[in-house]
């Protein structure tokens, strides 16, 4: 989906996430990306639960949808 200003949302590639890794520790924690990593690798999870904004090759922003139930 294109926004404004060149930026593009989309499901994440598997080339950007060590930058997805990086962002996340950069603007949260290190276990932030920890958290990123296994929801991709999960077999139930993966891409098609993260989005990223792009900025030209660069990501600017990121979502992921975590499946959790909290009582």
């Known amino acids: 989906m294109q926004l404004q200003d060149g930026l593009v ?9 060590a930058q997805i890794g990086e962002l996340l520790t ?16 999960d077999p139930d999870g993966g891409l098609q639960r993260c989005a990223v904004v792009v900025d030209g090759d660069r990501v600017v922003s990121t979502l ?8």
């Open 26 to 41: 950069l603007q949260g924690e290190a276990d932030d990306a920890v958290d990123h990593r296994l929801v991709v690798d």
């Open 64 to 71: 992921t949808l975590l499946d959790e139930q909290i009582r």
């Open 9 to 17: 949302l989309r499901q994440a590639d598997p080339r950007e996430l």
